[in-house]
Structures are given as structure tokens and as C-alpha cells.
């Protein structure tokens, strides 16, 4: 990555750090924000609003609101509320983790991204200094002209294109010729390399989610009606993606929503169609870059 995306998420800690700590900015940036940002700089002080240590409190669940399109980094000053908005906002996990309301997702780790829907409530959590979390705010006439199909609520995307995003956020930041075709030609880029990543097999979809224990290619072959070479070409070529890989990322997201409920993680391992807790540890490693133990203590915190 290189030092001018750096040079511009340090600004932004800068500059948010400023902010939260002075009533005046607090207030403007509030009723610039919100929809209701008047009514909430009379109903609380905006320093006590943003610069708190815990969850920020409002009477009601306020509406962030945008017509245009920027990049923000979620920096250090920022902290946990529960929000709409009337934009989509599209989440990247350039380093470390990103948690949110379990409405929403729950816990985002490098290289994922996920995007919220107008009207979808949710709340990311206070990040580490160790996280690098990128959010986009997408007016919805500009959503409608760069993403080739609809989204309601909220969609995780398992990778995005590292490059294209950084350089869209310095594209943000800056002040270029060009600048508001070049952004929304990198966001088109950036749908289309996210979905071609994430395209659904509806048919292997139903055969995975009732038979997640025990699938195989050969009984999803049986189940589908082709042979078992045909099968595997057609799962590639739907998906980008083997049959193995894809058993493996569908068992390792269940035992990730059984850990988050509680469940232990010979019990997550067992349930997903593991034969051994071992085999289990190696998968889920490999799929999300943290070990089961850590996964589990993470969404605790």
C-alpha cells in the first residue's frame, strides 16, 4: 500500500479527533450528518454524542444521510451507535477485524466487505489501532448506475479487490480532474470483481444446506442428476470456486454462527461434519485466518 493512502488515513484521524473533541465541529458535523441533527444537538451535547467510551446514546435511531459520494476510514474517535442511513454503505476490511450488531455482520476479518442497505440498522463497534476498516457512502442514484444487481439489507462479499479499493479511497480524498468519473468507474470494477466472486449456484445451495454434514461431489452429483466430472465442471464454472472449497466455506460458516451462539468448538466442529477436532482447527484456520478458540473470543468482546 502505498504512502499517500496511508498520508490520508492519518488525516482522517486527525481530523475526527478534532472534531469530537470541540462542541462546535461536534455540532456542525451532527447536523450535517443527520437527518434529525437539529433535534439531536438540542436534545444532547454532540462532544458527549461522539467522543464517549462506551455505546453513544440517542432517544431514537438516527438517520445518517448523504447525496454524494465519499470514502471515510472508521477511526479511533468513532464510537459504537445504532444507525440507518438513507445511502448504501459498503464496509471493506482492509487490516484486522470489523464487528457490528449481530442484525448486521457480525465480525468482518481481512480481505472480506459486506454492503448495507438503506434503512438497514447497525452499528460498528470502536476499532483497534491495529484495523484499517474502509467505509463508502453510495447515494442510491449512484448504487443503481455501478452495481449490476439489487441489494436489500445487507450482503457479505468473502473478498474484494485490495487495489482498486485503495485507490478509490485516495481517489476520494483527493481533489483530481476526473475525479467523479473515476470513482464511479473503480466502483463499478469493484461490484462486478465482488460478485463474479460471490456468484450463487442455487442447486448446490439447496444440496449443502441439507446435507452439510455429510456432503460430498458424488452424492451432489447423484442429487443433481450428472455425472460426477460434469458436476465438478459445473460448480467451477457457476461458482469460481471446487466443490471442496465451497463444503469447506459452508461448514466453516456454520460453526461460525455456533460459536457465536455459545457452542463449543468440538461441538461446532461436529455438528459442520468434521471427523476430527484437528481436521476441524486445520479448515477453519485456512478459511478465516483465526483459530476456532479465537474466533469464539472475539465475538465475546
Avoid at 476479518?109 to 447497525?122: D, Q, R, S, V, W
Avoid at 476520494?172 to 449456484?201: G, P, V, W
Wanted: charged content about 25%; hydrophobic content about 40%; proline content about 5%.
Amino acid at each position: 500500500m502505498n504512502a499517500t493512502f496511508y498520508d490520508f488515513l492519518e488525516k482522517q484521524e486527525r481530523e475526527d479527533a478534532l472534531a469530537a473533541a470541540s462542541e462546535t465541529l461536534a455540532s456542525k458535523n451532527m447536523e450535517a450528518e443527520f437527518k434529525e441533527g437539529a433535534e439531536l444537538v438540542d436534545m444532547i451535547r454532540a462532544t458527549a454524542f461522539f467522543a464517549s467510551e462506551g455505546d453513544l446514546s440517542a432517544p431514537f435511531i438516527p438517520t445518517r444521510r448523504s447525496d454524494k459520494f465519499y470514502m471515510k476510514k472508521h477511526t479511533l474517535s468513532q464510537r459504537p451507535y445504532l444507525h440507518t442511513h438513507d445511502f448504501y454503505e459498503l464496509i471493506f476490511v482492509i487490516e484486522g477485524v470489523c464487528r457490528q450488531n449481530r442484525e448486521a455482520a457480525l465480525l468482518l476479518h481481512k480481505g472480506e466487505a459486506c454492503l448495507i442497505a438503506p434503512g438497514t440498522p447497525h452499528k460498528i463497534e470502536k476499532c483497534s489501532a491495529s484495523d484499517i476498516i474502509l467505509k463508502a457512502v453510495i447515494p442510491s442514484a449512484l448504487f443503481s448506475r455501478v452495481c449490476p444487481q439489487p441489494v436489500e439489507n445487507v450482503k457479505i462479499f468473502p473478498r474484494f479487490p485490495a487495489p482498486p479499493v485503495i485507490r478509490l479511497f485516495c481517489e476520494s480524498c483527493s481533489d483530481n480532474f476526473y475525479k467523479t468519473q473515476a470513482e464511479e468507474a473503480l466502483l463499478k470494477l469493484i461490484f462486478i470483481d465482488m460478485l463474479r466472486a460471490n456468484l450463487s449456484f442455487p442447486l448446490l445451495d439447496e444440496y449443502l444446506n441439507a446435507n452439510l454434514k455429510t456432503a460430498s461431489l458424488e452424492d451432489f452429483a447423484r442429487y443433481s442428476g450428472y455425472s460426477v466430472s460434469h458436476a465438478s465442471r459445473l460448480v467451477k464454472k457457476r461458482t469460481g470456486k471446487s466443490f471442496s472449497q465451497l463444503l469447506d466455506e459452508a461448514r466453516i460458516d456454520r460453526a461460525c454462527a455456533l460459536l457465536s451462539d455459545g457452542h463449543t468448538a468440538l461441538y461446532a466442529g461436529a455438528e459442520t461434519g468434521f471427523t476430527t477436532p484437528a481436521g476441524f482447527h486445520r479448515c477453519f484456520l485456512r478459511v478465516k485466518g483465526i483459530t476456532p478458540a479465537g474466533y469464539a473470543r472475539s465475538v465475546k468482546r
